[in-house]
Structures are given as C-alpha cells and as structure tokens.
Nanobody, 124 residues
Framework: QVQLVESGGGSVQAGGSLRLSCAASGRTYDAYTMGWFRQGPGKEREFVATIRWSGDSFYADSVKGRFTISKDNAKNTVYLQMNSLKSEDTAVYYC??????????????????WGQGTQVTVSS
C-alpha cells in the first residue's frame, strides 16, 4: 500500500500562486508515476499533470505554462506549483500514484492510490 497526503491548498485571488505538496509513504516503489487531478463543483475528476520517476512530465492543456509538477525522490514528495491562477482552477486537488507505463497516465482508472484531496479556491 501507498499512503498519500496532500497539503498546501487554500484561498487565493486570481493571478496568484499556490504550491501543493504530496508526501508518499509505505510501498513507494509502487508509486513510479505520480499525478495530480482536480474535481470542481459538479464536475468529474480531471487530469492536471503527471510525472515519472525519471522526472519526465506531462500536462493538461488547460494548465500548461501555468502549472509545474516536480518531485523530490529523497523525500518521496511531489509538488504542484500553480501560477497565474484563474477562477476556473477552483477545485479539490488530488494526488495519485501508480506503476510504470510506457504512455502518459491521464485517466483516473490508471492510478492505484489516492490522497484525501486539498481544496484550492481562486476568487476573481
């Protein structure tokens, strides 16, 4: 089992920044791929960004150029730096972990472990 704990959510005005953290524990070798998803009010959970153990990353078009995913392998922690935030970024953000794959993991069903989520609210 892999346990994931997110932190860093909060409220910010449009144009502001926040950094989310996701600390992994347990069988972290099962967490080769890490991802961030979000779920806005009345919406389905959607892909935001993903990063492999190698450091390669991939982003949803809606956040490309504004968000940056990174990781610290020594701390088993993944980060999501969010800049130029917009009201439409308001959502609960979830950290996810899954095994290695040759392609990019952008679907909820491709991840085995999930955190409890952290709220991000952007006011205009």
């Amino acid at each position: 089992q892999v346990q994931l704990v997110e932190s860093g959510g909060g409220s910010v005005q449009a144009g502001g920044s926040l950094r989310l953290s996701c600390a992994a524990s347990g069988r972290t070798y099962d967490a080769y791929t890490m991802g961030w998803f979000r779920q806005g009010p009345g919406k389905e959970r959607e892909f935001v960004a993903t990063i492999r153990w190698s450091g390669d990353s991939f982003y949803a078009d809606s956040v490309k150029g504004r968000f940056t995913i990174s990781k610290d392998n020594a701390k088993n922690t993944v980060y999501l730096q969010m800049n130029s935030l917009k009201s439409e970024d308001t959502a609960v953000y979830y950290c996810a972990a899954g095994p290695w794959s040759s392609g990019w993991k952008t679907l909820v069903r491709q991840y085995d472990y999930w955190g409890q989520g952290t709220q991000v609210t952007v006011s205009s």
